[in-house]
Nanobody, 128 residues
Framework: QVQLVESGGGLVQPGGSLRLSCAAS????????IGWFRQAPGKEREGVSC????????DYADSVKGRFTISRDNAKNTVYLQMNSLKPEDTAVYYC?????????????????????WGQGTQVTVSS
C-alpha cells in the first residue's frame, strides 16, 4: 500500500533552519510529482512546494520563495524540504503527498485535493 512518512520537524528559533524528509513506498515514485503542504491550527491546508517527477521543475508558495528549497532523490524514494530563515508563521504540521496523476507537471494552484494519499505529518514550531 502507498505510504508517505514525513520526518525532520521540531522546535526551532526564528531565523533557524530545518530539513524535512518524506520517505515514500508502495508506488512507482519516479512517476509522480510530490507536494509539500502545511496546516496550522484553525487554518486550511496550504501548498508550500512541489517538484516534478523527473525534470526537477518546482513550484513554491510566495510566502516561502527564497527561503525553502524542495529536492528529491528518486533512487531513495525520498523528497526533501530545506527550510531556512524560518518565521513564526511557518509553524504548522507539514505533510507530503504524491500528485494523483503520474507524469503531470506539479502545480500548487490546483490545490491539495489533487494530491494524495497523505502521510501523518511532522510538526514544525518556530518560536523563541
Amino acid at each position: 500500500q502507498v505510504q508517505l512518512v514525513e520526518s525532520g520537524g521540531g522546535l526551532v528559533q526564528p531565523g533557524g533552519s530545518l530539513r524535512l524528509s518524506c520517505a515514500a513506498s508502495g508506488f512507482t515514485f519516479p512517476y509522480y510529482g510530490i507536494g509539500w503542504f502545511r496546516q496550522a491550527p484553525g487554518k486550511e491546508r496550504e501548498g508550500v512546494s512541489c517538484i516534478n517527477n523527473s525534470d526537477g521543475r518546482t513550484d513554491y508558495a510566495d510566502s516561502v520563495k527564497g527561503r525553502f528549497t524542495i529536492s528529491r532523490d528518486n533512487a531513495k524514494n525520498t523528497v526533501y524540504l530545506q527550510m531556512n530563515s524560518l518565521k513564526p508563521e511557518d509553524t504548522a504540521v507539514y505533510y507530503c503527498a504524491p500528485d494523483r496523476i503520474p507524469f503531470r507537471t506539479c502545480s500548487l494552484a490546483r490545490g491539495p485535493t489533487v494530491f494524495g494519499p497523505w502521510g501523518q505529518g511532522t510538526q514544525v514550531t518556530v518560536s523563541s
